[in-house]
């Protein structure tokens, strides 16, 4: 027969017992579709996850379609700004400095200038 005195004590924190996380899907997939109808631009699957604070991982294994969706407008959004936008961007962000620098010298504002143009610019091109 074994004795328990030649075994050592377990702490008590060893013996406590961890629960799993209980999450309301339905709820989590109503914010997710909230946020991504809220949001300017398709949000990417990482910033999706981020902003309804589940992971990457949830999101594979319980909305399949979902992250699928997103996947896909985030990949049409990207190939649209990189090849259509981008340089319009640049350029505007470059006018956008040169006026900005004539009538305000403070370099905040310049920035907030030439965000707003950007901004501008890709909502009006992804729009259409």
């Known amino acids: 027969m074994l004795d328990h005195s030649l075994f050592c004590s377990l702490p008590p924190s060893y013996l406590d017992v961890t629960h ?3 999450r309301d899907h339905r709820a989590i997939l109503r914010k997710a579709r909230r946020l991504i109808k809220s949001s300017d631009a398709p949000p ?3 910033g999706l996850a981020r902003g309804i604070d589940v992971s990457v991982g949830y999101l594979e294994y319980r909305h399949p ?3 699928q969706d997103v996947v896909s407008r985030y990949a049409e959004y990207e190939e649209l700004f990189r090849g259509h936008i981008r340089p319009y961007i640049d350029w ?3 006018l956008a400095q040169f006026v ?3 009538r305000i010298d403070s370099f905040n504002l310049w920035q907030d ?3 707003e143009v950007a901004q501008v610019l890709v909502l009006s091109v992804y729009a259409h």
């Open 65 to 67: 379609v979902l992250v």
């Open 92 to 94: 505007s962000c470059f």
């Open 44 to 46: 990417s699957l990482k």
């Open 100 to 102: 900005c620098v004539i």
């Open 20 to 22: 799993k996380t209980k």
């Open 113 to 115: 200038c030439c965000s």
